[in-house]
């Protein structure tokens, strides 16, 4: 029994013992309607709490599929979880934007990687989320790259120095490739 419940109890037997009959028979009648809203929020909670579990497991077993490498199937399973608020959001959209990465649908993945970011940004994160953004702009450098915008890569890359200078390596190698993919696009530009 919470504590609302406890004073309209207390309220309710202490003008019982004062009312006529009449007044008591109402009473009675409130102290039942009473037990069954307490009996139905109980029943409500508890299917929460239940759905939340369900919710869970769909979200592990998206990424268990994308892990098997079933990529449709699992964007299927944590597209609901992407379009809600909250970390469980975050990560789906991350995890969507991987499976299109694995697939080689760079333009996508882009898209997905942009909406994880933007939904990321500002907010407290923990360092799950924080390896997730960090690896989610390295991501990003690659789908430029792959759809054929050296610029817009490079320029990412450079951002992601400023912000984690430990990924130096990664910025050098993306920046030798996009070199090469600029000398490419030269190339075909002159043929």
């Not at 006529?20 to 309607?33: M, Q, T, W």
């Not at 869970?56 to 077993?61: A, E, R, V």
């Not at 080689?104 to 989320?129: C, I, M, P, W």
Request: glycine residues 2%.
């Amino acid at each position: 029994m919470n504590f609302i419940s406890f004073l309209f109890l207390t309220f309710i037997s202490s003008s019982f013992a004062k009312s006529s009959s009449k007044d008591k028979e109402d009473l009675e009648k409130a102290i039942k309607l009473l037990n069954e809203a307490t009996s139905i929020i109980r029943n409500l909670k508890n299917e929460l709490v239940e759905e939340k579990e369900l919710d869970f497991s769909l979200f592990k077993k998206g990424i268990s599929l994308i892990q098997e490498g079933f990529f449709k199937e699992a964007r299927e399973n944590l597209l609901p979880f992407a379009k809600k608020k909250g970390s469980l959001s975050q990560k789906a959209l991350y995890w969507i934007a991987f499976s299109f990465f694995e697939e080689r649908k760079y333009e996508k993945a882009l898209v997905s990687l942009t909406h994880f970011l933007n939904k990321s940004e500002g907010k407290e994160q923990d360092f799950e989320s924080k390896e997730m953004i960090k690896e989610a702009k390295k991501k990003s450098v690659l789908c430029f790259g792959f759809i054929k915008r050296p610029q817009d890569a490079c320029s990412l890359s450079k951002k992601i120095i400023l912000e984690y200078p430990e990924e130096s390596e990664f910025h050098d190698n993306i920046y030798e490739k996009m070199q090469c993919l600029r000398y490419e696009e030269v190339q075909e530009k002159d043929d």
